[in-house]
């Protein structure tokens, strides 16, 4: 089982490559599914974010209001880090066994693809055989985020502006798909990449 690790910045396209290379076969898996499963009532994780940031994020029901947290980490580097911190490890964790229990499994997938836009930060890396770096102009990401997220175009802006800054679309990878096209030419390139996949030997490992 080869696992591909599929990461970029915020708007460029990673949901949309992941879903295609699901289409071709691939298993896979979201840190942003993990992070909600981590933050529902009840989980140890998400009252450590209530200790750290204050009921004024939560709802009477007692969810966490994710776009006011959002709003707050994307202003303040510190409440950044510190969520970073709470959330991060579990993640990773969680992760990890999950890549386990594919690898054990009676038919292991032959590639499993893990989404996640900060996935040398988190510290994913280690997991991961090959990686794909997604990607498209920041005017692009920009649009996408606000037809998307329904944001301003200051605060998407701002938001685009910040992972740039962290070098997000920066980083070494094995494969780089751009997704400043349309959704043909997109395809295209994951047809490319999943060709390439697939000549690849298996994971030490397996």
């Known amino acids: 089982m080869l ?32 992070s909600r499963e981590l933050l529902r009532p009840g989980q140890r994780v998400l009252e450590r974010a209530r200790a750290a ?61 893990i989404e996640a836009a900060i996935l040398y930060e988190m510290g994913l890396a280690p997991l991961t055989d090959k990686l794909v770096l997604v990607t498209a102009p920041a005017a692009v990401r920009t649009q996408r985020l606000q037809d998307r997220d329904g944001l301003s175009e200051e605060e998407a802006r701002h938001r685009v502006k910040l992972h740039d800054e962290m070098g997000l679309d920066k980083i ?9 096209g349309d959704l043909a030419d997109t395809r295209r390139q994951v047809e490319e990449l999943w060709a390439w996949l697939v000549t690849l030997p298996k994971a030490q490992g397996d």
Do not use: W
């Open 3 to 34: 696992v591909l690790g599929i990461a970029g910045p915020l708007g460029s396209g990673k949901s949309t490559v992941l879903r295609m290379l699901q289409d071709l076969g691939a298993a896979t898996l979201r840190a942003d599914d993990v």
């Open 53 to 113: 940031f204050g009921e004024e994020f939560f709802a009477e029901d007692g969810t966490l209001r994710r776009n006011r947290l959002a709003e707050l980490i994307f202003a303040d580097a510190q409440a950044r880090e510190q969520l970073n911190q709470i959330m991060h490890p579990p993640m990773v964790a969680r992760l990890r066994q999950r890549v386990e229990d594919c690898r054990q499994g009676a038919s292991p997938p032959e590639v499993l693809a």
């Open 172 to 180: 070494e990878a094995d494969y780089t798909i751009n997704t400043a």
